[in-house]
């Protein structure tokens, strides 16, 4: 029977003198709470769209090995550069890894899921023959 355990349901009736646009508008005002609820609300309006943000993972899945694009001295530079690389990456999975070498922080920009070190060679190649960074490495 459900949760209102009866079989015979009741539904409110519709005042014709106040449903039009028209009429509310026309009997409404600032003192009166109920006529100014049933007025139709304001336009929605839309968001500013945002900029898409680089796809940057926490983990990628491959053989454990990575190719690293490049380091810079702040994250946001990082990103910024993963970013750059857009359409190069080939779908990649891509991030930032954080490392403190001689007492200063870098954040690399690096590129995974490498099957095999072939691949890896093959995708840095690419990056190399065009004249950028890119070397093959361990992960983490």
Known sequence: MGPFRSSAVKLAQVDPAIASPASVAENATP????QVARAAPPPLRAKPAKPAPVAVSVAA???GLVAQLGAAASDASARALLASLGGRL???K???????????TWYRAVAGGFS????A???CAGFKSAG???F???RG
């Open 116 to 119: 095999n070190s072939a691949e």
């Open 90 to 92: 080939g779908g990649r």
């Open 94 to 104: 891509v991030w930032v890894e954080k490392a403190d070498v001689a007492g200063k």
């Open 136 to 138: 093959v490495r361990p």
């Open 132 to 134: 950028l960074s890119c």
């Open 61 to 63: 899945p491959g053989s």
């Open 31 to 34: 003192t009166d709470p109920v």
């Open 121 to 123: 060679g093959q995708f």
